[in-house]
């Protein structure tokens, strides 16, 4: 687990804090991988968008994967390298202005492509193919494999518009079917994405295998990684794509926050509560929204426990009106109070980028702390609530 190496009582709150330091541990390893094997990395914007970041990673990673408009154009202006886009669909004023920024895009379906190649003649063109082979389970949300997903052509439709199109100008496949997996699971998909679309890729120069790859996690087998990127690579010469968004930023940030306020239960018989200025709702959606629990330390570096496990139990839980705006219950040490401060782990992922200001609350403030100390990088207040409603 990593530690907050800076005083988390020297921020205001709430905030997150990210970490050089660890980032850079991610990078290093990302880029140990596209080393040995020579496939290409990309961030995947949609989880770590933090720019101030970038001239960091771009010296390790090979560029940007994009959702659409901002997130590509993001990457162009302030990464650099490759930068892909893959939407469901995308607008035609859309792609008018991406071509502006993107150099490879990945089409929904070959009809998609079909409507759009005029414009995109002179870019890199792929497909996003499915072969809808779960091998996760518990969160169908982020599951693209679900029945009757949407991300992705099936064989039998890739077939289908195939023979009505043709696959002139298609020079790519692209596969997203993971999440926080291991490479076993990569493997099999990989193997079964073989079986189904194996007779396309003698045709192909490149294939991206996506994200929801866990690299950057201890006990991750980057070995079976590295085997199935040089399969593709030797057997049909193709050049891999990756492209994690999880991975890159994972543990290396924070959020920080403050008790505000000890509610006791006793009268009750329940649990006491700790309000604290930041929400679930609004700072981590994805504790909800996943669901997750996310590990929790104390002033003095101590992780947190289960509820009842340690001296004394709270529910943790936001400063909204929503009643489900709670972060989970948990056990410490030593009693809170108000003025504590509490650190929330791996929040530099799927959190600054999806947060939102749901009953007022303020946007927590970022911060990034770098071998020349730690400086806010943003500080937000009512103007920014005031342009979103
Ligand atoms: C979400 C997503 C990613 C990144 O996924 P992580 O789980 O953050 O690694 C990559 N590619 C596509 C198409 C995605 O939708």
Redesign the pocket.
């Given at each position: 687990m990593n530690l907050p190496t800076f005083d988390i009582y020297g921020v205001n709150t709430p905030c997150y804090v990210i970490e050089e330091k660890y980032l850079k541990q991610n990078a290093e390893l990302l880029k140990s991988v596209s080393d040995i094997t020579g496939c290409k990395i990309l961030l995947?914007q949609?989880?770590f968008s933090m720019y101030e970041t970038y001239p960091l990673l771009s010296l390790y990673l090979a560029g940007t994967?994009a959702?659409g408009l901002y997130e590509a154009r993001l990457g162009r202006e302030r990464f650099g390298g490759e930068t892909h886009v893959?939407s469901p669909a995308y607008k035609d004023e859309d792609i008018r202005e991406l071509i502006k920024y993107a150099d490879h895009f990945v089409f929904n379906s070959i009809g998609q492509y079909n409507k759009h190649r005029d414009i995109v003649k002179d870019k890199v063109c792929g497909i996003?193919v499915n072969p809808r082979y779960s091998t996760q389970s518990g969160h169908e949300i982020y599951d693209?494999c679900a029945k009757g997903s949407r991300?992705g052509q099936t064989i039998a439709a890739f077939e289908q518009e195939a023979e009505e199109y043709g696959l002139e100008g298609i020079t790519g496949l692209?596969f997203?079917t993971?999440?926080?997996q291991n490479s076993d699971a990569l493997k099999i998909t990989a193997e079964e994405v073989e079986r189904q679309f194996g007779r396309f890729l003698p045709h192909m120069k490149w294939i991206n295998f996506?994200?929801?790859?866990h690299i950057t996690k201890e006990g991750y087998d980057i070995d079976t990684l590295c085997k199935t990127i040089e399969h593709f690579k030797q057997k049909y010469s193709l050049t891999v794509y990756l492209?994690?968004?999880?991975?890159v930023a994972l543990n290396a940030g924070f959020l920080i926050a403050s008790v505000i306020d000890v509610i006791s239960g006793k009268a009750d018989g329940e649990r006491d509560i700790a309000i604290l200025d930041a929400s679930a709702a609004c700072h981590m959606p994805d504790v909800l929204e996943m669901p997750y629990r996310p590990v929790v330390l104390d002033d003095k570096m101590n992780a947190a426990g289960e509820p009842d496990e340690k001296a004394y139990s709270y529910t943790l839980a936001g400063d909204t009106c929503l009643a489900g705006d709670t972060i989970g219950a948990y056990s410490f040490d030593r009693p809170l109070k108000a003025g504590d401060r509490l650190a929330f782990c791996d929040m530099a992922?799927?959190t600054m980028c999806k947060n939102n200001t749901f009953n007022g609350m303020p946007l927590p403030s970022i911060y990034y702390n770098t071998d020349s100390g730690i400086n806010i990088i943003k500080r937000f207040g009512y103007e920014d609530f005031l342009s979103r409603v």
């Amino acid at each position: 687990m990593n530690l907050p190496t800076f005083d988390i009582y020297g921020v205001n709150t709430p905030c997150y804090v990210i970490e050089e330091k660890y980032l850079k541990q991610n990078a290093e390893l990302l880029k140990s991988v596209s080393d040995i094997t020579g496939c290409k990395i990309l961030l995947a914007q949609k989880a770590f968008s933090m720019y101030e970041t970038y001239p960091l990673l771009s010296l390790y990673l090979a560029g940007t994967a994009a959702s659409g408009l901002y997130e590509a154009r993001l990457g162009r202006e302030r990464f650099g390298g490759e930068t892909h886009v893959y939407s469901p669909a995308y607008k035609d004023e859309d792609i008018r202005e991406l071509i502006k920024y993107a150099d490879h895009f990945v089409f929904n379906s070959i009809g998609q492509y079909n409507k759009h190649r005029d414009i995109v003649k002179d870019k890199v063109c792929g497909i996003r193919v499915n072969p809808r082979y779960s091998t996760q389970s518990g969160h169908e949300i982020y599951d693209p494999c679900a029945k009757g997903s949407r991300l992705g052509q099936t064989i039998a439709a890739f077939e289908q518009e195939a023979e009505e199109y043709g696959l002139e100008g298609i020079t790519g496949l692209h596969f997203h079917t993971l999440c926080e997996q291991n490479s076993d699971a990569l493997k099999i998909t990989a193997e079964e994405v073989e079986r189904q679309f194996g007779r396309f890729l003698p045709h192909m120069k490149w294939i991206n295998f996506g994200g929801g790859h866990h690299i950057t996690k201890e006990g991750y087998d980057i070995d079976t990684l590295c085997k199935t990127i040089e399969h593709f690579k030797q057997k049909y010469s193709l050049t891999v794509y990756l492209e994690p968004g999880e991975a890159v930023a994972l543990n290396a940030g924070f959020l920080i926050a403050s008790v505000i306020d000890v509610i006791s239960g006793k009268a009750d018989g329940e649990r006491d509560i700790a309000i604290l200025d930041a929400s679930a709702a609004c700072h981590m959606p994805d504790v909800l929204e996943m669901p997750y629990r996310p590990v929790v330390l104390d002033d003095k570096m101590n992780a947190a426990g289960e509820p009842d496990e340690k001296a004394y139990s709270y529910t943790l839980a936001g400063d909204t009106c929503l009643a489900g705006d709670t972060i989970g219950a948990y056990s410490f040490d030593r009693p809170l109070k108000a003025g504590d401060r509490l650190a929330f782990c791996d929040m530099a992922i799927y959190t600054m980028c999806k947060n939102n200001t749901f009953n007022g609350m303020p946007l927590p403030s970022i911060y990034y702390n770098t071998d020349s100390g730690i400086n806010i990088i943003k500080r937000f207040g009512y103007e920014d609530f005031l342009s979103r409603v």
